[in-house]
């Protein structure tokens, strides 16, 4: 039972993280190299808003929430929309840049020692009985229970809502979308918005759980698998990804050996670029637009 329990959790971490990337690209056909950077970044932002609201957890949150969205805008707006128009690697060559002056900048600021938000904002962090003989912690409960409504908030939001269709359509032909009168810099705005939340969102919720440090750019980085294995192009495949990999991770380390936990992702990804380079469910023409 508790292996399966750590399957969800790991399952669910990544899948959260990879919707990130695939949001990102599926939009602005651009690889976001700094994606770990910007989850980790969201994690630190809580950790300042605890501070400012401790005896304010929901405020505290809320805020941070707000934080990582402008955060994901200025991005576009400060760094990446001077990319429009340029050749692909530049593009991923700036995140890559970005990345890891992101890195930097947050060990000048916040240092590089281990920190722990849930002490900040005087939250509990209990485990919860599963049966049979399980256990979950509170917010690695939470995490698992936020992934299923934020994939299904952007299944819906890009299937039905007015700027999820533009979205889609910015993404499939952005020339004939801007003819047709979509602003398709607002529209990638808003798709490095919703990419940085959702990996902020992963963030802060690991660094309640587990504590906040410069590890956490490795749970960003071995997420990156997940959307490859998924399909860059696919909501579905980064969910199915994330399953794949937390399952493989989970079951190297129960059955062979623990310090296979950071190879098994890229194992499991050399594996699918052998057999099927696009990803369960991505195609062939996003694989070659690469």
């Given at each position: 039972?508790?292996?399966?329990?750590?399957?969800?959790?790991?399952?669910?971490?990544?899948?959260?993280?990879?919707?990130?990337?695939?949001?990102?690209y599926?939009?602005?056909?651009?690889?976001?190299?700094?994606?770990?950077?910007?989850?980790?970044l969201?994690?630190?932002?809580?950790?300042?808003?605890?501070?400012?609201f401790?005896?304010?957890?929901?405020?505290?949150?809320?805020?941070?929430?707000?934080?990582?969205?402008?955060?994901?805008?200025?991005?576009?707006?400060?760094?990446?929309?001077?990319?429009?128009?340029?050749?692909?690697?530049?593009a991923?060559?700036?995140?890559?840049?970005?990345?890891?002056?992101?890195?930097g900048?947050?060990?000048?600021?916040?240092?590089?020692?281990?920190?722990?938000?849930?002490?900040?904002?005087?939250?509990?962090?209990?485990?919860?009985?599963?049966?049979?003989?399980?256990?979950?912690?509170?917010?690695?409960?939470?995490?698992?229970?936020?992934?299923?409504?934020?994939?299904?908030?952007?299944?819906?939001?890009?299937?039905?809502?007015?700027?999820?269709?533009?979205?889609?359509?910015?993404?499939?032909?952005?020339?004939?979308?801007?003819?047709?009168?979509?602003?398709?810099?607002?529209?990638?705005?808003?798709?490095?918005?919703?990419?940085?939340?959702?990996?902020?969102?992963?963030?802060?919720?690991?660094?309640?759980?587990?504590?906040?440090?410069?590890?956490?750019?490795?749970?960003?980085?071995?997420?990156?698998?997940?959307?490859?294995?998924?399909?860059?192009?696919?909501?579905?495949?980064?969910?199915?990804?994330?399953?794949?990999?937390?399952?493989?991770?989970?079951l190297?380390?129960?059955?062979?050996?623990?310090?296979?936990?950071?190879?098994?992702?890229?194992?499991?990804?050399?594996?699918?670029?052998?057999?099927?380079?696009?990803?369960l469910?991505?195609?062939?023409?996003?694989?070659?637009?690469?």
């Amino acid at each position: 039972m508790q292996l399966a329990v750590n399957i969800v959790v790991l399952s669910a971490i990544y899948a959260l993280i990879a919707c990130g990337y695939v949001l990102v690209y599926r939009v602005s056909r651009v690889l976001n190299l700094a994606h770990g950077e910007l989850m980790m970044l969201g994690s630190y932002l809580l950790l300042m808003t605890a501070w400012l609201f401790a005896p304010h957890p929901l405020a505290a949150m809320a805020c941070a929430i707000v934080l990582a969205l402008v955060v994901g805008i200025l991005v576009y707006v400060l760094l990446m929309r001077k990319m429009t128009g340029e050749s692909v690697l530049a593009a991923v060559l700036t995140t890559l840049a970005l990345g890891i002056l992101l890195r930097g900048a947050i060990v000048l600021v916040w240092s590089g020692q281990e920190q722990y938000p849930a002490q900040a904002l005087n939250l509990p962090n209990s485990a919860l009985a599963l049966p049979p003989g399980g256990q979950i912690s509170t917010f690695a409960a939470i995490l698992v229970g936020v992934t299923v409504p934020v994939y299904a908030g952007l299944f819906v939001f890009l299937r039905f809502g007015r700027w999820g269709v533009r979205m889609r359509a910015a993404g499939q032909n952005p020339l004939l979308a801007e003819q047709r009168g979509i602003n398709l810099h607002a529209t990638y705005a808003l798709a490095w918005a919703l990419s940085t939340l959702t990996g902020s969102l992963a963030g802060m919720l690991i660094s309640l759980d587990s504590g906040l440090g410069q590890s956490m750019v490795v749970i960003g980085l071995k997420a990156f698998p997940a959307a490859l294995v998924g399909g860059l192009d696919s909501l579905a495949g980064a969910l199915v990804g994330g399953l794949i990999i937390g399952a493989a991770e989970v079951l190297s380390i129960q059955y062979i050996d623990p310090l296979l936990s950071d190879v098994a992702p890229f194992a499991v990804l050399l594996g699918m670029l052998l057999v099927r380079p696009w990803g369960l469910f991505g195609t062939r023409e996003e694989l070659d637009r690469v």
